[in-house]
């Protein structure tokens, strides 16, 4: 797929609480394949609050939605609500049944094992929700993007680029992904190397988990069971 004009449906899927990086972050790179058409669903009319203190205006429900030829699940705290949603989890696994390609960024995840999806597959999340991988029948594998056949899963937040980027790569070649990647002059240099558990701090990592991540997994956990 180069200059293919023929429509490449890809859906987002939105919810209260989501981290609005995990889906700009890949929709930017997403929407320059040749041919993509983005559509943003949710389950209730109105604006969907991220968690950035901003909303964003959904451009579908999951009744009118076109089917996906990529379907994306981003992650966030309000991933929790997802997880007990049986309508939501349902809109997912119709779409998935006829997609093309299935991912996720970060906790996006979780809601994909949910409905069912990530069972006897490699996937990965957020590092500090990896260990709930397992409840689905999933197997974790420790990288920034994840592909095993159709699915594709991506790590913390801005792992979510390199997925975009890895698929712009697959679907309309490296040159196009190479391309984006300069226009959007995608460089990182971080100015601290603290952006994974295996080059942290520990006693960041160790703070960090006693104040947000090991209060959310168990809240996770419970409702996974």
């Known amino acids: 797929m180069t200059d293919d004009p023929t429509p490449f449906h890809?859906?987002?899927?939105?919810?209260?609480?989501?981290?609005?990086?995990?889906?700009?972050?890949?929709?930017?790179?997403?929407?320059?394949?040749?041919?993509?058409?983005?559509h943003t669903a949710a389950g209730n009319p109105g604006p969907v609050q991220t968690d950035s203190g901003f909303a964003i205006l959904p451009s579908n429900g999951?009744?009118?939605?076109?089917?996906?030829?990529?379907?994306?699940?981003?992650?966030?705290?309000g991933i929790r609500d997802v997880l007990g949603d049986e309508t939501t989890l349902q809109f997912l696994r119709d779409q998935a049944a006829a997609a093309r390609y299935v991912t996720s960024v970060c906790?996006?995840?979780?809601?994909?094992?949910?409905a069912g999806l990530l069972q006897g597959k490699r996937a990965t999340s957020h590092w500090a929700y990896t260990g709930l991988l397992g409840k689905f029948g999933a197997t974790h594998e420790k990288a920034r993007v994840v592909?095993?056949?159709?699915l594709i899963t991506a790590g913390g937040v801005t792992s979510g680029i390199d997925f975009a980027l890895t698929l712009v790569a697959e679907i309309a070649g490296q040159?196009?992904?190479?391309?984006?990647?300069?226009?959007?002059?995608?460089?990182?240099?971080p100015p601290?190397?603290?952006?994974?558990?295996?080059?942290?701090?520990p006693e960041l990592i160790a703070l960090l988990q006693e104040?947000?991540?090991?209060?959310?997994?168990?809240?996770?956990?419970?409702?996974?069971?």
Do not use: M, N
Not at 64 to 73: S, T, Y
Not at 175 to 189: C, F, G, N, V
Not at 212 to 224: E, M, N, Q, S
């Open 62 to 77: 999951f009744t009118d939605c076109p089917q996906a030829d990529l379907l994306c699940v981003p992650g966030g705290f």
């Open 147 to 150: 592909q095993d056949g159709k």
């Open 211 to 225: 104040r947000v991540y090991d209060r959310a997994v168990r809240d996770l956990a419970g409702i996974i069971g």
């Open 10 to 38: 890809i859906i987002f899927l939105l919810f209260d609480g989501i981290t609005q990086l995990d889906f700009t972050g890949p929709a930017q790179v997403l929407s320059r394949i040749p041919g993509a058409v983005i």
């Open 192 to 201: 601290f190397t603290s952006g994974h558990p295996d080059v942290a701090d």
């Open 175 to 189: 040159q196009r992904a190479e391309s984006i990647q300069l226009a959007l002059e995608y460089d990182p240099h």
């Open 107 to 114: 906790t996006g995840s979780l809601a994909l094992g949910a």
